[in-house]
């Protein structure tokens, strides 16, 4: 099947797209990485089929960036040799060593760049993971961003193992109506309250985050919109901790143990903060073992995250394209009581949430990708040098999805560090559980497992100081692992089910 090409002549980028499209560095692509854990062995003929119908019709997957010049817009025209079979690729893990191919497997490809002369996306079919099959994602960031990508490739999976469309010869079902919106309401109901961080601006109009020039009347008339942006351009450096460093080509993947979403909903009732506060925190105090492990004085010290804040419609819909802000809260890694970190956290969000900081970030974004690119460098620069990490907390689907008959047992996702960042933090939300995700840069973090068992320490010790240790899952009380990691230390991870220690591989 070869879907519709609509305007084959193709189209001018946005030029938000266009600033991502030429953010690639040698060692920081800016790509999109992740990946399925389905159940049970796969149907190749049925995957392909939801691909065609369903992931296809969306332009930008058949689509190449074309660059004009660095002075005029890219544009996006149609491939005319694409074929599927160049973006979807099979790999059998081997019996033994299975888990860990898979680990190094998702690593070689976070550090792969996209073939340009081609779509901008590929996804690897891996088969024989953890008993089933696994489908790993890279995109670029000028495709779209998390929101985006999250819409679009759930909507080739199904809330039935066997859904009607698929039994019979139905007519495929058009992609601008995936079965799957309905299920990610809670996405919109972020959305809905993401775009409170742009203040007043709801009293204005949603156009004015269409256009830098209009976010300059406003700051010109000195409004709320030139406090924030005052307020980005006094911000002082991060302080020069182990995240700021020279980085390599080499990334390091992982993920924690599951979260019970209701167990951080419960914490947050307990402390009158949000499930958003609360990961937040546990990050924050997470982030702030870890660099006190390594040597750093950070006692009374903070860092601050750069994180996206989606500003679309509240309709779920599945365009693509960057339609996102950046806040720079602080995360408090200096404070030693989870409490009063948590109370801390509460109110610098609650100080982002009242301000315009991601539509003044938004416009910025789009100026940039219209400017020459060592301008446009040295624009990027700024935030990195105000901040230490990349951030990111989606909230995905509340039900179990199926994707060609398989159970979607698993999703992680992992944003870009731009701006010369070697860290990223992801957290994700499905059907009823939280993962949390860290990319890191070799050089920067050497060992991101023990920052992900940290983070679910720190949670562990909330929920105790919180009163809440006989509610929450007893799995949260902080246990260790004795065996040793590759270098010769301690394992960090509390006791686990999969382990992913060296011993215990």
């Known amino acids: 099947m070869t879907p519709g090409r609509g305007n084959a002549a193709g189209e001018p980028f946005a030029t ?15 790509m999109i990485n992740g990946f399925f854990e389905l159940s049970g ?109 999250m819409r679009v490739l759930l909507s080739v999976c199904d809330t039935f193992p066997n859904p009607p ?21 809670p996405a919109a109901r972020t959305v809905a309250g993401a775009r409170k961080f742009t203040g007043k601006l709801m009293h204005s109009g949603i ?20 406090k924030a942006l005052t307020h980005l351009t006094v911000m002082p450096p991060d302080p020069p901790t182990l995240l700021k460093g020279e980085l390599g080509p080499v990334k390091r993947t992982t993920w924690a143990d599951r979260i019970r979403l209701e167990d951080v909903k419960r914490v947050a009732k307990a402390t009158d903060s949000t499930v958003n506060d609360v990961l937040i925190s546990a990050v924050s105090g997470g982030l702030g073992r870890y660099l006190r ?19 679309r419609s509240t309709e779920v819909s599945p365009g693509l394209g960057n339609e996102f802000g950046l806040v ?25 949430t009242a301000s315009p900081q991601a539509a003044v970030s938004f416009a910025i974004l789009q100026t940039i990708g219209s400017t020459a690119s060592d301008v446009q460098r040295l624009i990027v620069n700024f935030f990195g040098t105000k901040t230490s990490l990349v951030m990111t907390n989606v909230p995905g689907p509340t039900v179990r999805l199926y994707l060609a008959g398989m159970t979607l047992r698993r999703m992680m996702f992992w944003v870009p560090q731009s701006a010369g960042l070697g860290l990223g933090v992801s957290i994700f939300s499905y059907a009823g559980e939280v993962d949390i995700g ?9 060992d991101p497992d023990t ?39 301690r394992c960090r991870r509390r006791a686990h089910p999969q382990p992913r220690c060296a011993s215990h591989r």
């Open 328 to 352: 720079l809260p602080k995360l408090e890694v200096g404070y030693h009581d989870p409490v009063e970190r948590l109370r801390a956290v509460k109110l610098e969000m609650d100080a982002i």
């Open 451 to 489: 920052v992900v068992a940290l983070f679910l320490d720190e949670f562990a010790e909330l929920a105790v100081a919180s009163g809440l240790s006989a509610e929450v899952d007893e799995g949260l009380v902080p246990r260790r692992c004795e065996a040793s990691t590759r270098d010769g230390r």
């Open 41 to 149: 062995p796969f149907d190749m003929e049925r995957l392909r089929h939801n691909f065609e119908t369903r992931l296809l019709p969306f332009p930008r997957f058949r689509q190449l960036a074309v660059e004009q010049s660095l002075f005029r817009q890219p544009r996006w025209e149609y491939d005319p040799d694409f074929a599927l079979d160049n973006h979807l690729t099979v790999i059998a893990l081997p019996r033994r060593g299975a888990e860990r191919a898979f680990r190094r497997l998702l690593d070689d490809l976070a550090a792969k760049p996209l073939d340009r002369s081609r779509p901008l996306w590929r996804a690897t079919v891996v088969e024989g993971y953890r008993g089933g099959t696994a489908i790993i994602w890279n995109m670029h960031h000028a495709v779209g961003d998390g929101i985006a990508m």
């Open 207 to 226: 156009d004015v985050l269409r256009s830098p020039a209009s976010i300059l009347e406003y700051t010109d008339t000195g409004t709320a919109y030139a």
């Open 16 to 30: 938000v797209d266009t600033a991502w499209l030429r953010m690639d560095t040698s060692t920081n692509l800016m």
């Open 293 to 311: 492990m390594r040597g750093e004085d950070i006692d009374d010290a903070h860092i601050r995250a750069m994180v996206p804040v989606n500003i």
């Open 165 to 185: 469309a698929t039994r019979s010869a139905a007519k495929p079902r058009s992609p601008r109506t995936p079965s799957i919106a309905s299920y990610l309401r």
């Open 438 to 446: 860290v990319m890191s840069d070799e050089q920067i973090i050497p």
